[in-house]
């Protein structure tokens, strides 16, 4: 039993990874630098760990419950699985109660399109006026 769960896991878990083998990365070196990279690359590590995070907690509770079921009436496992399952609503609550607090503060720090390079109002891809006297 624990082997064939262990298998689903993995295939559960490798899955996604065959699904978007084709898919370009901002963040590899093959994608080329540019200076909006950065922000990319953070904004995908982002996206990619809530996602992570939501998926272990799912795990989490589907075990919490298969311990909940198979208690057969012993107190500590029961217990066990009720905690597991506390455990991961309260982490997903924290997970997304903490994106829901920073888009509500501001809309740019979940989204990380307000990172350019733009220094000083002199963006490096503007050209100098061609009127400038010598």
């Given at each position: 039993m624990k082997k064939t769960i262990v298998?689903?896991?993995?295939i559960l878990l490798i899955a996604p990874w065959f699904a978007q083998a084709q898919a370009v990365n901002p963040c590899s070196i093959a994608s080329g630098i540019t200076?909006?990279?950065l922000p990319r690359c953070v904004n995908q590590i982002y996206i990619w760990s809530l996602g992570v995070g939501s998926l272990l907690a799912l795990l989490m509770i589907i075990i919490g419950g298969y311990y909940y079921m198979t208690a057969a009436?012993?107190?500590?496992?029961?217990?066990?699985?009720t905690e597991m399952i506390w455990s991961s609503v309260i982490g997903l609550a924290l997970l997304f109660g903490a994106y829901l607090l920073l888009n509500t503060i501001n809309p740019d720090l979940v989204n990380f399109?307000?990172?350019?390079n733009?220094?000083?109002?002199?963006?490096?891809?503007?050209?100098?006026?061609?009127?400038?006297?010598?």
């Open positions: 298998i689903i896991t993995l200076p909006n990279s009436g012993n107190a500590e496992r029961s217990s066990k699985g399109q307000a990172f350019t733009d220094i000083g109002g002199f963006n490096n891809t503007q050209q100098p006026p061609s009127d400038v006297r010598n």
